[in-house]
């Protein structure tokens, strides 16, 4: 099977997911095209997974596929976006063709559970790995960043952390399975002051949304769920929990499975507080997953 | 230097580049934000280049940054598009930060020749390659698509053929310096009936014009311009020129660089004529570069 049949063969799995509102022309020319409707704005972002780096090389395709849509998934979650629109550029090394179908199966399953068209992409061969870029639409000016922390305000974590960590090191396809908080996203429109996803791990990413506010932060950490199979440290540094942290002027109507962990105060990066007092971080668990390092 | 202190310096690099006309939010939150202009649809690309397949592995991170964007710009030329934002996805397989600092320069520096805004990305730890994704606008109704030839049009083709490979052969850096023919595109807003950018190979794409719009086309070996260092034969189907090909309604206005190089006819595929006579294509010679033969 050449390029262009596989294309076509990855283009006839995705079915219906290669259409969708607002898509004027889906794969097969030289770009899609697509309508971003008055009003409103669009959010861009990029991810990349890497065989034996973000997955297994023996990882099948279906979980791979499902993983690279919701990782960018989540990204737009983290702005309040309603997700709309992706391309997935897929590098494999050789043609191996129920592998590639599987991808484009998980990714299929994926973007129908998330109202998401693939519109287009690019298969190229060389060493595993996906890079998609997603699009999502938020009405103008209504987009949750990173810089609207302000002191004063709650720190809210939805969900558990170290689930996603557990789940890798069981093999469990959970860990695949990414669940972007896109509907708590969107429900959060004009109560959140500022919101990221934990991504590179709780600490290091409520570190970022403290310097992009320019505030510190206080956390308690008996207040903050954790998987029960992870321990505590671990837990706050681990990364893969693709959760909402946010923050707002409390109290706020939040959801059920939505928590509050700490306060926004006057100063700069995080303190963690057990009991009322005041712990130091351990030097072995590193805040957050640097791929650099 | 950590991930994100590399990210850092990469939007430093950018400078002005990260920001552009209708860029609400660039690099460093969970996605960027963008404004598409009333009246206006978003055309969507992305394509990657793997280190090795692509480009040598010791290429210099500034020609592959300019051929990163380069290549994604060529296919928006190809919709009639203006370029606006790209999100660029780079992995490497170590913190070499001199390449990674070229490859940000190279992008800048084709991003400003171009008008485009980088205006995100990701960066992971892997075998060398770069994903972009790129966006244009283009006036509701006005892209370029394959599907528009009609019998009785023309055929067109802007430059000659087999310059990117004569470059690539020769190690010569035009052949990373992609030039997008992005105001010939928008300039055909309106007159051309169908167009692409040929860069899978003349005959190959003008296959994939001919298969979109349900037409065959008719090529005149002798009015087809050649780069004088590659055989003719060779030049019709090696890929790597960025030029458009598209079909009009004879005779139109077109720019200098633009040769009439065939017509469309009733039927189906390609026919080459040398001298009056239709000639058969030589097996040695497949149709186009096709990443998974």
Redesign the interface.
Known sequence: ????A?IDRIVAILGERAKGEGV??GP?????????P?GF??????????????FPTDASGDLVGARAMGVNL???A??G?EAR?C???L?APE?NIPWIEAFARGLAEAAARHGVAV?????????L?V?V????I?P?GE?L???GARPGDRVYLSGALGVGYAARLAGDPRFYRVEPRLALGVSLRGIASA???ISDGFLSDLG?LCT?SAVGAEVDLESVPVCPDVDARTALSCGDDYELLFTASAPTPVAESVHPVGRIVVGEGVTLFDAGRPVALDPNHPAGF????
């Open positions: 099977m050449d390029e262009f596989l004027l022309l097969g020319d030289d770009a899609a095209l697509v309508a971003v008055s704005d669009l959010a861009v972002t990029t991810d990349t997974l890497v065989a034996g780096r973000h989540s990204d737009l983290a702005m976006a629109y391309v997935v550029a590098t043609p519109v287009g992409g690019n298969l190229a061969r060389g060493p790995s890079s870029a997603a699009h999502g938020v103008r987009a960043v990173r810089s919101a990221l996803d970022h992009a640097r791929h650099f390092e």
